[in-house]
């Protein structure tokens, strides 16, 4: 299977918080932090007024014949991101200088 980008080339909010949840909990804040700065805009520049994340594209495949759509990924995961990038960001600034 080869990765091919969304038509419209445009950020998909469930799949970019389970890339920055996966970099998360990998180390990534202490490696390079930017990664993950850019992606919490991205999520944070997706938000509706209602607080709400678009609903976009079905998010999971099974046998690659079935689709799923969990309506509520859409809002669980960036939120949980986001929350995830606050919580290491206020642990790294209350560190101090690495």
Not at 5 to 28: C, F, K, R
Not at 72 to 97: C, H, M, Q, T, V
Request: a positive charge; proline letters at 6%; hydrophobic letters at 40%.
């Amino acid at each position: 299977m080869v990765y091919k980008n969304i038509e419209g080339d445009y950020a998909h909010a469930v799949n970019t918080a389970w890339a920055m949840l996966a970099l998360i909990y990998a180390g990534q804040f202490e490696r390079d932090p930017i990664p993950l700065h850019r992606a919490a805009k991205e999520l944070i520049n997706m938000q509706l007024e209602t607080g709400e994340f678009p609903q976009q594209e079905h998010v999971g495949s099974f046998n690659c014949a079935v689709f799923f759509n969990y309506p509520n990924y859409r809002n669980l995961f960036p939120i949980w991101a986001l929350g995830e990038y606050r919580r290491r960001l206020r642990a790294k600034k209350s560190d101090g200088p690495m």
